[in-house]
């Protein structure tokens, strides 16, 4: 079990460039989550994937991010002309969900994000 | 909405000794989840203990025990014979039971340990 892993670890960019994160969750894990963490605060939750689709986004998910899910394996967020404003701690969290079930999240190393 | 307040932002404790973490939340709902996640400087955050709603037991990992008052809605976190591994940030976390629901965390407590 290698556990969640997230790429890059660290990304710096200039206002109004796009960026691209990627996060494989543990293998056999169904779920996958993305929050996103400012300095001083909890996660907050961004979207979420059951295996390839994407079931619930939150309102803090403007239109400039996207994120996939492709063959329900590893997931990408994308955000697009970033402002400073975006720049944050992303985290990928993964989870075994089966019905009747209480999934516990499991969380990577997170993607830094600084914007200039 | 569910609403998650961790009022210490900061707690110091000396090697070797007890601290307790406090957590409050606030949900209408009868069945759910509360997680304490564990979060070191620069590391990834893992999950320190689990209490379900329904389960009047406190739940008990080693050195880590919750103290789960369901009708104050309170989940404190006793981290027993603190070792300097334990620095860290610690947040609460809520989640209802059911199908999909998000987590919500609060804002974290840092907690030193001194040598």
């Known amino acids: 079990d290698t556990g969640v892993s997230q790429d890059p670890r660290h990304k710096i960019t200039k206002r109004g460039q796009n960026v691209t994160f990627r996060c494989d969750p543990i293998s056999e894990h169904n779920r996958l989550y993305w929050y996103r963490q400012t300095l001083g605060q909890g996660p907050e939750f961004l979207t979420y994937?059951?295996?390839?689709?994407?079931?619930?986004k939150s309102r803090l998910l403007s239109d400039r991010f996207s994120a996939e899910r492709p063959k329900g394996s590893f997931s990408t967020l994308e955000i697009q002309r970033t402002e400073q404003g975006d720049s944050a701690m992303y985290l990928c969290?993964?989870?075994?969900?089966?019905?009747?079930?209480?999934?516990?999240?499991?969380f990577g190393p997170g993607t830094r994000l600084t914007v200039l | 909405a569910q609403t998650v307040t961790q009022s210490q932002p900061e707690m110091s404790v000396q090697e070797a000794e007890t601290v307790t973490l406090s957590c409050t939340y606030d949900?209408?709902?009868?069945?759910?989840?509360l997680f304490w996640y564990k979060q070191p400087p620069s590391r990834q955050m893992i999950l320190v203990i689990r209490q379900e709603a329904y389960k009047q037991q406190n739940a008990t990992e080693n050195r880590f025990s919750v103290n789960f008052q369901k009708a104050a809605k309170s989940f404190s976190l006793k981290i027993s014979d603190s070792q300097l591994g334990d620095a860290a940030m610690y947040f609460c976390?809520?989640?209802?039971?059911?199908?999909?629901?998000?987590?919500?965390f609060g804002t974290g407590t840092k907690l030193q340990v001194i040598p």
């Open positions: 949900t209408s709902e009868s069945d759910y989840y």
């Open positions: 969290a993964s989870s075994l969900w089966t019905s009747g079930g209480a999934d516990t999240q499991y």
């Open positions: 976390a809520y989640r209802n039971s059911g199908g999909y629901q998000k987590v919500t």
């Open positions: 994937f059951q295996n390839e689709a994407q079931l619930e």
